[in-house]
């Protein structure tokens, strides 16, 4: 595990006890309403949740139908117990790297990442694996961080000193770079004042 990826699953460890509730999983929290109207519009049976946390985003979509077939992936230990406390057998959740997704080619309809992109060393690699597990006509959803041209620009500089684990904060044209090399369709928007959706179809 790179030194990035161990911040990351040192930080999540440290703050999964609270995060449902303190300002740490704040800006994850506001994005959830969009995410799910987003995937409100989406005809699927098989989703995965890369970065699933604490099963926040599967508890409300299986809340919402208990028929969906539902999964998850995280790099935190403590996030993914309290999950599994949460979504019991009704998801298959494992501890796993995003760059190496355990699941089978052209298996999932849906995938998506909720405040987590940012954290990913390896974006390229994290999209050609989730490209290889969705289906063909399948729908990658990434909802992250934003910020202005000049704040984000000041933010890159200094995140490689971050002891969270946070990699990048992207503007659109290179989210929209990114997803081009495996994806169509790319849509990509704002949300709030420090946030993004895009969605893109493989």
């Known amino acids: ?113 909720n405040d987590s992109f940012h954290h990913y060393p390896k974006p390229d690699k994290v999209l050609s694996e989730v490209c290889r597990v969705l289906k063909p006509k399948g729908t990658l959803i990434i909802c992250d961080c934003w910020q202005p041209f000049l704040f984000r620009h000041i933010m890159n500089v200094f995140i490689k000193y971050s002891k969270d684990g946070d990699v990048k904060m992207y503007s659109e044209k290179e989210i929209c770079k990114l997803l081009s090399v495996d994806f169509r369709n790319i849509t990509w928007k704002k949300v709030n004042h420090t946030s993004y959706i895009v969605t893109a179809k493989k």
């Open 1 to 113: 595990m790179t030194d990035i990826k161990e911040k990351s699953r040192k930080t999540f460890n440290n703050q999964a006890d609270t995060y449902d509730q303190d300002i740490k999983g704040q800006h994850a929290r506001k994005l959830y309403p969009v995410l799910l109207k987003t995937l409100s519009d989406i005809s699927y049976d098989t989703i995965l949740d890369l970065g699933c946390g604490t099963g926040a985003v599967l508890q409300a979509i299986l809340n919402e139908d208990c028929r969906k077939k539902a999964y998850g992936i995280d790099i935190s230990e403590n996030m993914l117990d309290i999950a599994k406390n949460k979504l019991k057998e009704n998801a298959t959740l494992v501890l796993g790297d995003s760059e190496y997704l355990p699941f089978e080619n052209e298996f999932f309809d849906v995938v998506y990442c």
